[in-house]
């Protein structure tokens, strides 16, 4: 498979895509594109990068699995399209940011303004079959994913590692917290969140007052 990333991720991410975990991925998620609904559409597979210089890097958020119900997933973690219900973890995110830095509550929930700013919004998995939730996990993606996290860390400085729920804290191991602000919190899930493990955790001001400590823009929530 011609891999279509955008050429600053390109460049650090060649390599992976010459491995054979990573060939033997790319016939997986043919086939699977071929005999089954899948999300996101195949030309959102790597939308993250494609909305997200390498270059300009300033936040990693990290998720798990694309949305598997219609019109949702668009390659972007925690994101819906345009028109479609913000499912509850993202309504839990917003009004995170609202009461941290009043930021009124967003009609949209599609994220392409924060990944154009430089937030990386990267699930471990990219692919997922239709109303199958984690259908394409452990096929090579999570290798892939956990390769993109270490390059990030290798290659950048001052990155702000959002980390929420378990899953995402595991992957703490992949990040230099010397040259990088690590952030972990529950998951916004209302299953956690409402049991006090999300709300009040301020990630979003203490990811820009990181930034703006090491003269970076900040990002608008």
Not at 77 to 88: D, L, Q, R, Y
């Amino acid at each position: 498979m011609k891999v279509q990333i955008a050429e600053s991720w390109k460049k650090v991410l060649q390599d992976e895509f010459e491995k054979p975990y990573f060939e033997e991925l790319t016939k997986f998620v043919k086939q699977e594109y071929s005999s089954n609904i899948c999300y996101p559409e195949g030309n959102k597979i790597f939308e993250a990068f494609n909305l997200c210089d390498f270059n300009q890097l300033k936040v990693v958020i990290i998720g798990q699995d694309p949305y598997h119900g219609p019109n949702q997933a668009h390659g972007l973690c925690f994101s819906v399209n345009e028109g479609i219900a913000h499912p509850p973890s993202l309504i839990n995110i917003f009004k995170e940011i609202e009461a941290d830095i009043q930021i009124p509550y967003p009609q949209s929930g599609k994220l392409e303004r924060w990944a154009k700013q430089g937030v990386l919004l990267l699930n471990a998995t990219l692919t997922v079959r239709a109303h199958e939730a984690g259908s394409h996990q452990k096929k090579g993606w999570e290798e892939f994913t956990d390769a993109v996290i270490k390059i990030i860390s290798k290659e950048n400085e001052h990155v702000v590692f959002l980390l929420w729920g378990g899953y995402a804290k595991k992957k703490s191991v992949l990040i230099d917290s010397k040259k990088h602000c690590v952030l972990t919190t529950g998951h916004p899930s209302p299953l956690s969140a409402n049991r006090g493990y999300w709300f009040g955790n301020k990630h979003f001001s203490k990811a820009n007052s990181y930034l703006k400590t090491n003269n970076l823009p900040q990002i608008n929530w």
